[in-house]
């Protein structure tokens, strides 16, 4: 018999059943393989769609920057593994763990995209990498240069007493358009914006720079110029930069990352962000990070019991990570 004409013979309901034995045993293949992934055990079902989110109940699973201080180190002394530490309390997690990857391009791949952390813990809001909670905080970029000094008072880069200044700057990052249409970049000085921070810290070769006289004034992502400057023990002015006019953006909003998927996860981290947030600015000011709301108006401490971090070395022995991290 050939082929075609074997095609066409009478199998009664033979066919139908091997049909859905063949789809049950897919089912069943297809269901071993989702639980074999990491934390998949308890897998929650999305309330639309057919999609499972791979989140671990029981462990906090954090994508983090080996050696992006004030973000987050392997020793843990971040900021956002303080954090980390608070939402793990409160969401009832036994431990946190890391996933640590330099966080440069294919951070998010290899880290969320693998499944081998659930959250990133500082994001900026509108990146289409990841899918944002709701921001936790607000910050800018902010100009640093020593207290009573010539520069005293100044608040925006077109100011004239800028001017002939040596100014530090992360080359590619926003300030940059500041600098130009001030005039400022022929004598400004200029640090990598990529890099491994295993090896190099701008950040910290830039307020090094500053400390001993090389420059005379530096531009910096907002909690890297409060954290720095704080650990530098100069008396250093820390200024936001949010008087630019016409040109980029120089506030971001910095959110929490998750997986596209993972939307009940999303909605427990944004209750617990709102339920949290005064403790969650006071560990945010401790490491010097300069927090505005929407009004650019400056953030205080919330005059409860002061967080335990502060990125001083000094009053802690031990501690529990965008944005535009330049």
């Known amino acids: 018999m050939t082929a075609n004409a074997r095609s066409r013979a009478p199998v009664g309901l033979d066919v139908p059943r091997n049909r859905a034995w063949r789809g049950l045993r897919r089912l069943a293949l297809a269901l071993l393989a989702v639980a074999a992934l990491p934390g998949a055990a308890l897998a929650q ?3 639309f769609g057919s999609e499972v989110e791979l989140v671990d109940p029981d ?42 990857f330099p ?16 959250i990133i813990m500082s994001y900026p809001q509108g990146d289409e990498l990841v899918q944002n909670t709701n ?10 240069y020593p207290k009573g000094g010539e520069l ?7 100011d004239p007493k800028l001017k002939g200044k040596r100014v530090g700057i992360v080359a590619g990052t926003p300030p940059g358009t500041y600098m130009a249409k001030a005039g400022l970049m022929a004598t400004a000085k200029a640090y990598p914006l990529v890099i491994d921070t295993r090896i190099e810290n701008s950040a910290q070769s830039m307020m090094t720079d500053l400390a001993k006289g090389e420059i005379d004034a530096a531009v910096l992502w907002g909690p890297m110029a409060g954290y720095y400057a704080k650990k530098a023990g100069e008396d250093f002015a820390v200024v936001p930069l949010t008087h630019e006019e016409k040109g980029p953006a120089m506030a971001y909003r910095i959110t929490m990352g998750v997986r596209p998927a993972d939307q009940e996860w999303k909605r427990t981290l944004n209750r617990a962000i709102a339920e949290n947030q005064s403790e969650i600015n006071d560990i945010l000011l401790s490491y010097g990070v300069p927090l505005l709301d929407e009004e650019n108006r400056p953030i205080a401490p919330s005059g409860k019991a002061a967080a335990s971090g502060g990125g ?5 022995a031990n501690a529990p990570a965008v944005g535009p991290k330049g």
């Open 45 to 47: 079902d999305r309330e």
């Open 103 to 118: 966080q440069a391009t294919g951070f998010v791949r290899m880290t969320l995209g693998s499944n081998l952390c659930d």
């Open 152 to 158: 005293d008072g100044v608040t925006l880069l077109e």
């Open 59 to 100: 462990v906090l699973r954090v994508c983090a920057d080996p050696n992006n201080m004030p973000f987050s180190n392997q020793a843990g002394e971040g900021f956002e593994q303080e954090v980390a530490q608070l939402l793990a309390r409160k969401l009832g997690r036994s431990d946190v763990t890391y996933s640590y």
């Open 135 to 144: 921001a936790y905080y607000r910050t800018a970029y902010a100009l640093v």
């Open 312 to 316: 001083n070395d000094a009053d802690r």
